[in-house]
C-alpha cells in the first residue's frame, strides 16, 4: 500500500472521542487502570495498529510506535515509566553530553538518560500525579523528540549509532526508484523555472514555486529521516521573522533546494521506507485556517493569469492544498479533497505509481470529469458521519481548462460547512 505525507491524530472519530472521556472519568474516579486501558484504545489508529499493550491483573505492559522509534512502557507499583531508544555509543564526548544537557532544558515532561550503552528520552510518573492529559503530551513530546533527534543527533556525532528502527517497512525497488526520479524531476524544474525569472520582479511567484516543492516532495514522495528534517528546515526559515526580504530568503531556500538535488543518490533513498505513528506532527487546525490560507493567497493568482503566467498560477493553487497538508492536522474530508487536487495536478506520478483512475490527461488537457466528480461525492458522504452539513456542489465545477477547474474546486472548498 502506497501512503502519502504525514500521519495526523487530528480529529479522531467519535468512538475514539469516547474512550478518551471514559479515561478521564475513569481516572477522576481513581479506577486508574482502566482509566489507563481506556488511554491507549485511545491512542490506537485502528487503520495502522500502531498501539499495543497487554494488561495482567495491577499492571500494564505497551509500546507505541513514533516513526523509526519504539516508545515501550509500564505501568505498575503506582508509576507509569516509558522510554525511547535514542542511539548506542561507545563512548562519549564533552560536546555530545553539553548537547543533551541543553536539550534537556527544551523539555518540558521527559528527559534524555544514558542506560548501559545507550542514549534514551525517558517518561516517569508517580500514577495519582498522572491523568490522561498529563500522559498525553508526555507520551507525545517523548516520542515525537525521540525520533527526530535520532537522526540529527547521529548525523552530528559520528560516535553515535542508530538504533531501535528495524521495525521500518521498506518500500519496493520499483517504487523508490520512481519516488527518486519525480524527486530529482521536481526540483530540477522548480529550479531552471526560477533562473528564467526576474528575482526582484517575482520575488512572490519564486517563493510559491520553491514552498511548493518542498511541500510536494514532503507529502507526495514522503520521505522520513535526514530529508525530511531538511524539508522543515527550509519552511521555518522562509517563515522565520528575522526582517531578511523575501529576495534573500528566496536565495537560501533555493540554495537548499539545490543542496538535497545534489545529494547521491543513496542517501536519498536510504531515507524512502514506511512508518507507524501515533501521534502529529502539525497541531490541529479547523476549516477556518483552511479559509484563512485561500483568502491571503487566491488574489494573487489573478496577476499571473493576466500576464500569462498560467504555470504559476496553477503552483499557487497547489501550493494551498501542499502547505495545508504539511501544516496543518486538517479534518480528513479537507485532507482528502487536497489528496485529490493533487492527485489531478501531478497525475504522471499517480500513473507511474500505479494508481488508477486517471483523472487528468496533461497532453490532451482533458479532466475526467465523471471521476473526479465520482471520487469528491466519495469524499463528502464519507465526511457526513461526523459533519452531516457537509456538501459540495460538482455541478459548479468547471472542466473546460486545469486552471478553471482548480479555481472551481477552491472556491467550492470555501463553502463546506463543518457544523456538527
Known amino acids: 500500500m502506497i501512503t502519502f505525507g504525514r500521519f495526523s491524530d487530528s480529529f479522531k472519530p467519535k468512538a475514539k472521542i469516547d474512550e478518551w472521556n471514559s479515561a478521564e472519568k475513569l481516572f477522576l474516579e481513581k479506577n486508574y487502570m482502566d482509566s489507563y486501558e481506556a488511554f491507549l484504545k485511545y491512542l490506537k489508529d485502528d487503520s495502522v495498529d500502531n498501539v499495543s499493550y497487554k494488561r495482567s491483573g495491577g499492571s500494564i505492559e505497551f509500546s ?4 523509526s522509534k519504539i516508545v515501550r512502557g509500564h505501568i505498575s507499583n503506582n508509576e507509569v ?31 534524555f ?22 500522559l498525553y503530551y508526555g507520551f507525545k513530546e ?5 525520533d527526530k533527534q535520532d537522526d540529527l543527533l547521529i548525523d552530528d556525532f559520528a560516535m553515535l549509532k542508530s538504533i531501535g528502527n528495524t521495525h521500518n517497512e521498506q518500500l519496493p525497488e520499483t517504487e523508490k ?23 526582484d520582479a517575482f520575488s512572490g511567484g519564486i517563493s510559491y514555486l520553491l514552498l511548493n516543492t518542498a ?7 514522503s520521505p522520513e529521516g535526514t530529508l525530511m528534517n531538511e524539508l522543515e528546515k527550509m519552511s521555518w526559515d522562509y517563515f522565520s521573522k528575522d526582517n531578511r526580504p523575501y529576495v534573500e530568503k528566496n536565495r537560501r531556500m533555493k540554495e537548499a533546494l539545490q543542496k538535497i538535488l545534489d545529494k547521491p543518490k543513496e542517501a536519498v533513498v536510504e531515507d524512502l521506507y514506511r512508518v507507524k505513528s501515533t501521534f502529529g506532527i502539525a497541531n490541529p487546525a479547523p476549516h477556518q485556517a483552511v479559509l484563512d490560507l485561500f483568502n491571503n493567497n487566491i488574489q494573487n493568482v489573478k496577476w499571473y493569469v493576466d500576464n500569462n503566467y498560467s504555470d504559476i498560477a496553477v503552483i499557487i493553487y497547489e501550493y494551498l492544498a501542499t502547505y495545508c497538508l504539511f501544516s496543518y492536522g486538517l479534518p480528513k474530508p479537507d485532507a482528502k479533497l487536497f489528496h485529490l487536487m493533487l492527485n489531478i495536478t501531478n497525475q504522471d506520478y499517480f500513473t507511474a505509481l500505479g494508481i488508477n483512475p486517471q483523472l487528468y490527461d496533461a497532453a490532451s488537457g482533458k479532466l475526467n470529469e465523471t471521476e473526479i466528480k465520482n471520487a469528491v461525492a466519495g469524499i463528502i458522504k464519507e465526511g457526513n458521519d461526523l459533519y452531516p452539513e457537509l456538501k459540495f456542489n460538482t455541478d459548479n465545477l468547471k472542466f473546460d481548462s486545469l486552471l478553471s477547474f482548480l479555481r472551481s474546486f477552491i472556491e467550492e472548498m470555501k463553502l463546506l460547512n463543518y457544523n456538527q
Do not use: H
Open 64 to 67: 507505541l510506535l513514533q516513526g
Open 81 to 111: 515509566v516509558c522510554e525511547a531508544d535514542i542511539a548506542s555509543y561507545d563512548k562519549l564526548s564533552v560536546a555530545f553530553m553539553r548537547r543533551l544537557m541543553e536539550m534537556n532544558y527544551s523539555l518540558f515532561y521527559c528527559r
Open 113 to 134: 538518560a544514558m542506560v548501559e550503552n545507550r542514549i534514551c528520552l525517558k517518561f516517569d510518573s508517580s500514577i495519582p500525579a498522572a491523568p490522561p492529559r498529563k
Open 142 to 146: 517523548l516520542a515525537t523528540r525521540a
Open 177 to 199: 526508484e520512481i519516488k527518486y526520479n519525480f524527486y530529482r524531476s521536481w526540483l530540477e524544474k522548480t529550479i531552471t523555472r526560477i533562473n528564467e525569472l526576474n528575482e
Open 215 to 221: 511541500y510536494k516532495i514532503d507529502y507526495l514522495i
